[in-house]
């Protein structure tokens, strides 16, 4: 079974500094994506950055980057230059085709508190 | 609006009553999927639509769940006789099938409160 481990319930980090979040996965599958979101506080989940497991090169979306490995089976989101706005609970997602059907499996997610 | 929408957002009923959520998927979206998110924890999928087809159920959708897309737009998620177990937040999400990935645009959510 397709399952997401986020190991961190939570993180802080001050304004301006750099914070990683982990991520690990198990699957048996080859072809599949990758996903970190972010939900504020009352607001709508949005996408921050995705990652195709095919591609070696680790996706960036400017402060945000990701650390993927693939044979560990982990993929770690990177903050660089933290805000106040980055404040929210951030989930990783796996996401995988099984029969014609397209499914996402999210972790439990990891509550970022910036300091000011 | 170019996004996803949900109503209602909150929503409180007694043990026992029915209630009913709708989704307005983006418009040119073909798939449609429910979520239930409950405290401490990440979406759990419940269900998907292809169209108005119903393509896949979770074993989380006991029988006092149903969802409808009838015309290929909007979707409704109703539960039978809530329970406070139902008591969760609900999330709709559509995307665009297209070759490859096909992103997953979130709405808001309707938070059920079972008294």
């Known amino acids: 079974a397709q399952t997401v481990t986020q190991s961190q319930p939570e993180m802080s980090v001050q304004e301006a500094e750099t914070v990683t979040l982990s991520c690990t996965y198990d699957?048996?599958?080859?072809?599949?994506?990758l996903f970190w979101y972010k939900q504020p506080p009352s607001r709508q989940m949005i996408l921050v950055i995705r990652?195709?497991?095919?591609?070696?090169q680790n996706a960036t979306e400017n402060r945000f980057s990701v650390n993927f490995q693939k044979a560990a089976k982990s993929f770690s989101l990177k903050i660089s230059d933290s805000q106040l706005g980055d404040a929210a609970m951030y989930f990783c997602?796996?996401?995988?085709?099984?029969?014609?059907?397209?499914?996402?499996?999210f972790g439990k997610g990891t509550k970022l508190t910036v300091n000011p | 609006d170019t996004g996803v929408s949900q109503d209602p957002r909150h929503k409180i009923t007694k043990r026992g009553q029915n209630v009913t959520f709708r989704c307005d998927p983006i418009?040119?979206?073909?798939?449609l999927y429910w979520y239930r998110q409950t405290l401490g924890q990440g979406p759990e999928f419940l269900t998907y639509f292809q169209n108005e087809a119903q393509l896949e159920k979770s074993r989380l959708l006991s029988d006092r769940f149903s969802a409808e897309r009838p015309k290929g737009s909007f979707s409704t998620l109703e539960i039978q006789r809530t329970e406070q177990g139902d008591s969760a937040m609900y999330l709709c999400?559509?995307?665009?099938?297209?070759?490859?990935?096909?992103?997953?645009?979130f709405g808001p959510g309707t938070r059920l409160t079972v008294t």
């Open positions: 699957t048996s599958e080859s072809d599949y994506y």
């Open positions: 997602a796996y996401r995988y085709l099984q029969g014609g059907s397209e499914k996402l499996v």
């Open positions: 418009s040119e979206h073909n798939r």
């Open positions: 999400a559509s995307s665009l099938q297209r070759q490859g990935l096909n992103e997953q645009y």
């Open positions: 990652q195709e497991a095919y591609k070696q």
